[in-house]
């Protein structure tokens, strides 16, 4: 979440002269405004008016249900089974769905083609079944080569490659499958038919697995109707629920808007990044189902929150005042903050305040603990981005290892995988508490993702102005190379990562799957956002576009 863009410069503006020490960047406005406030106001027949749509989906279910009783073998269970997954509808069907990949993991194979074997591999792995990669053997020659009849196998070749990116540190086998199934699905991915083409062509932009499920779910639908072998029953249900949810998501997106505009951050803190509905999208790629609905907007609201702090330290505040600043985090006092400058009291007591609903909503259920971990992991990001500013303002270049000992803190993901439990159900316990804030190995993993992709697409940004080193520029004094083998060198880390948390939800049992899945799909948001370049703060392009196809526009029957 660093601040990684442009916006307009404050209304509560810095001091200008020689002796100023001002680093504000030019952030554009909202991209959205009222937007969602005006055009979404909540219908007072939305439950007539929905009645027969949710009458038609729990029929639609009992026939899927049934499609999964009576599937005639394993490879049109599997089959059925990704549909589901990618339509954005597994959610109705998780008991059903684990039954039947049990089976399947404890089932002889079916068959010995290679979309079968693929895609057995890639679902059970998905799913928290540690099946080993040697399965891929069989498809390679003697000199350890694959087999060339797979080339022309383009099914075969797109599983396999969607397959790859579940791989762990040691499978090696899948490093090269990978480099079979691209270099062969790029060199004939002009001579295919779509939908297959359009399969194709989406996977070798972003994998599967990377992906985050509401998007995924919007675009597959397009695929999926022109794909002759589909279930018409099965699209059915994909749309009508998406078409319900998306309902929902638009008041949450509406409230939250609501709840931010009246604030008042963006008219008093014009400094900062306005990106409310994009707070709510991100959210959306950590939880979209409807019993998610209140951890969806606790973690909205802790986003939003966090992306000012960054600001404040970042494109605002002198060290001596942002030193009185994280004191005042540090004690939680809401009556030491009347001493600090407005811009300083103004976040705290949004932070304060904030945290206190939660607490409040949560005492009732008795867990208002949960928001002390939260309070704990703000204090954490705020310490090290007191740090960070006294590096900037020192022109203290670290090595790397020194570099992501507080800037892993800073990018607020170990904070938000902490916020992401706390507006969820039972499941998130106070041992799964304990758990996350204890900055596992999956954490630091996913906070290595978000710094070294934040840091390769925003750092021509960031040396337009006074800012900290990044973890591009800390790698180039280090090692002594380019930029481009520093950015280089950083994306490849950041596949180490990713195999490192596909390893980590194979093998953690310390907190259930549905705390894990919010992690990795915070991870997974950061792919969407940042990969190409920071869509966040820069929201007019293609973050713009994923919020229309997600919240504006209407699904298409």
Same mark, same amino acid.
């Given at each position: 979440m660093e601040a990684n863009?442009?916006?307009?410069?404050?209304?509560?503006?810095?001091?200008?002269?020689?002796?100023?020490?001002?680093?504000?960047?030019?952030?554009?406005?909202?991209?959205?405004?009222?937007?969602?406030?005006?055009?979404?106001?909540?219908?007072?027949?939305?439950?007539?008016?929905?009645?027969?749509?949710?009458?038609?989906?729990?029929?639609?279910?009992?026939?899927?249900?049934?499609?999964?009783?009576?599937?005639?073998?394993?490879?049109?269970?599997?089959?059925?089974?990704?549909?589901?997954?990618?339509?954005?509808?597994?959610?109705?069907?998780e008991k059903e769905i684990d039954k039947i990949l049990r089976q399947i993991c404890n089932a002889q194979m079916e068959g010995d083609d290679l979309h079968t074997v693929a895609l057995r591999f890639r679902l059970l792995r998905q799913h928290g079944y540690n099946i080993p990669a040697n399965v891929f053997i069989k498809f390679k020659e003697v000199d350890g080569s694959f087999k060339a009849i797979l080339r022309n196998d383009v099914k075969g070749l797109l599983s396999l490659y969607e397959a790859t990116y579940l791989g762990i540190p040691e499978d090696d086998i899948l490093d090269e499958a990978l480099n079979f199934a691209k270099l062969h699905l790029k060199s004939i991915e002009s001579h295919m038919r779509t939908p297959l083409t359009t399969r194709v062509l989406y996977a070798l932009e972003l994998p599967l697995h990377r992906r985050t499920r509401r998007l995924e779910a919007k675009n597959y639908m397009s695929i999926y109707q022109e794909d002759e072998g589909r279930i018409n029953m099965v699209l059915e249900l994909a749309k009508l629920d998406f078409h319900m949810l998306q309902s929902i998501h638009r008041e949450e997106v509406r409230s939250i808007s609501m709840w931010w505009k009246a604030l008042g951050v963006a008219k008093k803190l014009?400094?900062?990044?306005?990106?409310?509905?994009?707070?709510?999208?991100?959210?959306?790629?950590?939880?979209?189902?409807?019993?998610?609905?209140?951890?969806?907007?606790?973690?909205?609201?802790?986003?939003?929150?966090?992306?000012?702090?960054?600001?404040?330290?970042?494109?605002?505040?002198?060290?001596?005042?942002?030193?009185?600043?994280?004191?005042?985090?540090?004690?939680?006092?809401?009556?030491?903050?009347?001493?600090?400058?407005?811009?300083?009291?103004?976040?705290?007591?949004?932070?304060?305040?904030?945290?206190?609903?939660?607490?409040?909503?949560?005492? @009732?259920?008795?867990? $208002?603990?949960?928001?002390? *971990?939260? /309070? =704990?992991?703000?204090?954490?990001?705020?310490? %090290? +981005?007191?740090?960070?500013?006294?590096?900037?303002?020192?022109?203290?270049?670290p090595s790397l290892k020194e570099h992501l000992t507080v800037s892993l803190i800073s990018c607020c993901y170990a904070a938000l995988s902490c916020a992401s439990f706390v507006g969820m159900g039972e499941e998130a316990t106070k041992?799964?508490?304990?758990?996350?804030?204890?900055?596992?190995?999956?954490?630091k993993s996913i906070c290595s993702i978000c710094r070294f992709l934040d840091d390769v697409v925003s750092d021509e940004?960031?040396?337009?102005? @006074?800012?900290?080193? $990044?973890?591009?520029?800390? *790698?180039? /004094? =280090?090692?002594?190379?380019?930029?481009?083998? %520093? +950015?280089?060198?950083?994306?490849?880390?950041?596949?180490?990562?990713?195999?490192?948390?596909?390893?980590?939800?194979?093998?953690?049992?310390?907190?259930?799957?549905?705390?894990?899945?919010?992690?990795?799909?915070?991870?997974?948001?950061?792919?969407?956002?940042?990969?190409?370049y920071d869509s966040y703060t820069h929201s007019s392009g293609i973050m713009k576009d994923h919020i229309t196809s997600l919240l504006v526009e209407p699904i298409s029957f």
């Amino acid at each position: 979440m660093e601040a990684n863009g442009s916006m307009p410069h404050s209304s509560v503006s810095c001091a200008s002269g020689p002796e100023t020490n001002c680093f504000l960047a030019d952030y554009h406005p909202t991209v959205w405004g009222d937007y969602f406030i005006e055009n979404y106001p909540l219908p007072s027949n939305l439950q007539e008016s929905q009645a027969c749509i949710i009458k038609r989906i729990e029929e639609l279910k009992e026939e899927v249900m049934n499609l999964l009783k009576n599937a005639n073998d394993h490879l049109q269970e599997m089959e059925l089974i990704d549909a589901l997954q990618r339509l954005g509808v597994a959610y109705h069907f998780e008991k059903e769905i684990d039954k039947i990949l049990r089976q399947i993991c404890n089932a002889q194979m079916e068959g010995d083609d290679l979309h079968t074997v693929a895609l057995r591999f890639r679902l059970l792995r998905q799913h928290g079944y540690n099946i080993p990669a040697n399965v891929f053997i069989k498809f390679k020659e003697v000199d350890g080569s694959f087999k060339a009849i797979l080339r022309n196998d383009v099914k075969g070749l797109l599983s396999l490659y969607e397959a790859t990116y579940l791989g762990i540190p040691e499978d090696d086998i899948l490093d090269e499958a990978l480099n079979f199934a691209k270099l062969h699905l790029k060199s004939i991915e002009s001579h295919m038919r779509t939908p297959l083409t359009t399969r194709v062509l989406y996977a070798l932009e972003l994998p599967l697995h990377r992906r985050t499920r509401r998007l995924e779910a919007k675009n597959y639908m397009s695929i999926y109707q022109e794909d002759e072998g589909r279930i018409n029953m099965v699209l059915e249900l994909a749309k009508l629920d998406f078409h319900m949810l998306q309902s929902i998501h638009r008041e949450e997106v509406r409230s939250i808007s609501m709840w931010w505009k009246a604030l008042g951050v963006a008219k008093k803190l014009t400094f900062c990044r306005d990106r409310i509905v994009e707070c709510y999208f991100w959210s959306l790629g950590v939880y979209f189902e409807p019993q998610y609905s209140r951890a969806r907007i606790y973690i909205t609201k802790v986003i939003a929150l966090l992306s000012i702090m960054d600001d404040i330290y970042d494109a605002y505040g002198m060290v001596e005042e942002l030193q009185a600043f994280t004191e005042v985090i540090q004690r939680w006092d809401i009556e030491a903050a009347d001493q600090l400058e407005e811009v300083y009291k103004l976040h705290f007591f949004n932070l304060y305040n904030t945290f206190k609903e939660f607490e409040d909503e949560l005492t @009732k259920e008795g867990n $208002s603990y949960r928001v002390e *971990y939260l /309070k =704990e992991s703000v204090k954490e990001v705020s310490r %090290a +981005c007191l740090e960070e500013a006294k590096w900037r303002d020192e022109d203290y270049v670290p090595s790397l290892k020194e570099h992501l000992t507080v800037s892993l803190i800073s990018c607020c993901y170990a904070a938000l995988s902490c916020a992401s439990f706390v507006g969820m159900g039972e499941e998130a316990t106070k041992e799964a508490f304990d758990w996350v804030t204890s900055f596992p190995r999956i954490i630091k993993s996913i906070c290595s993702i978000c710094r070294f992709l934040d840091d390769v697409v925003s750092d021509e940004f960031e040396h337009e102005r @006074k800012h900290v080193s $990044s973890a591009v520029h800390c *790698y180039i /004094k =280090e090692h002594g190379t380019s930029m481009q083998e %520093a +950015c280089e060198k950083l994306l490849g880390m950041v596949e180490d990562d990713w195999k490192i948390l596909n390893q980590e939800c194979l093998s953690t049992t310390a907190v259930p799957k549905s705390l894990i899945m919010r992690i990795i799909n915070l991870a997974r948001i950061m792919e969407i956002i940042y990969r190409k370049y920071d869509s966040y703060t820069h929201s007019s392009g293609i973050m713009k576009d994923h919020i229309t196809s997600l919240l504006v526009e209407p699904i298409s029957f």
